[in-house]
T-cell receptor, first 115, second 110 residues
Framework: EAQVTQNPRYLITVTGKKLTVTCSQN?????MSWYRQDPGLGLRQIYY???????DKGDVPEGYKVSRKEKRNFPLILESPSPNQTSLYFC??????????????FGPGTRLTVL | QKEVEQNSGPLSVPEGAIASLNCTYS??????FFWYRQYSGKSPELIMS????GDKEDGRFTAQLNKASQYVSLLIRDSQPSDSATYLC??????????FGKGTMLLVSP
């Protein structure tokens, strides 16, 4: 089954404790992206990757890191989480970032709470 | 910053009615447009994409695009309670990102 997977689905942590949220897709997609979704603010892009070893900042990159060492994986790293990073996080992928191929498919989401 | 605007709603319609959801965008160069449906607490699901002016129909869903006026709409015919969700409009920004509207909540009452 073609899908985007994320782990963990739920995470409660404390301020300053480094964490990684994994994202993997099995569709051989070039483009991958991370979003956070907060009430009243909608989906906001954190980072994206056009291909392996190519990453760039989205609208809200502060406090986050990413890497793209393999085509299928795009982990999101919070080196020192803070309470304002409490949010619902989505990973998404698409065949490419061009036209019709920019149809993005989303993972199930990770609900993160930072105390 | 490219903008995508949607009425937040909620839009309330009775079962069996037509629901009309609208989206305006600021980037005149946009060529592709997407509608996503998101149930509460779930991930967005792509339901329609449209690339040229006019209408595109898929089952009970019709997407309408008017590039001159910079709006795209989604019509849902014969609305069902299961259509109750938030509908997100998405438009590419440049060559690398999708900009999402904040979504319109649709409530279909039995």
């Amino acid at each position: 089954e073609a899908q985007v997977t994320q782990n963990p689905r739920y995470l409660i942590t404390v301020t300053g404790k480094k964490l990684t949220v994994t994202c993997s897709q099995n569709m051989n997609h070039e483009y991958m992206s991370w979003y956070r979704q907060d009430p009243g603010l909608g989906l906001r892009q954190i980072y994206y990757s056009m291909n392996v070893e190519v990453t760039d900042k989205g609208d809200v990159p502060e406090g986050y890191k990413v890497s793209r060492k393999e085509k299928r994986n795009f982990p999101l790293i919070l080196e020192s989480p803070s309470p304002n990073q409490t949010s619902l996080y989505f990973c998404a992928s698409s065949l490419s970032a061009t036209g019709a191929y920019h149809e993005q498919f989303f993972g199930p989401g990770t609900r993160l709470t930072v105390l | 910053q490219k903008e995508v605007e949607q009425n937040s709603g909620p839009l309330s319609v009775p079962e069996g009615a037509i629901a009309s959801l609208n989206c305006t965008y600021s980037d005149r160069g946009s060529q592709s447009f997407f509608w996503y449906r998101q149930y509460s607490g779930k991930s967005p699901e792509l339901i329609m994409s449209i690339y040229s002016n006019g209408d595109k129909e898929d089952g009970r869903f019709t997407a309408q695009l008017n590039k001159a006026s910079q709006y795209v709409s989604l019509l849902i015919r014969d609305s069902q309670p299961s259509d109750s969700a938030t509908y997100l409009c998405a438009v590419p920004s440049g060559y690398s990102t999708l900009t999402f509207g904040k979504g319109t909540m649709l409530l279909v009452s039995p």
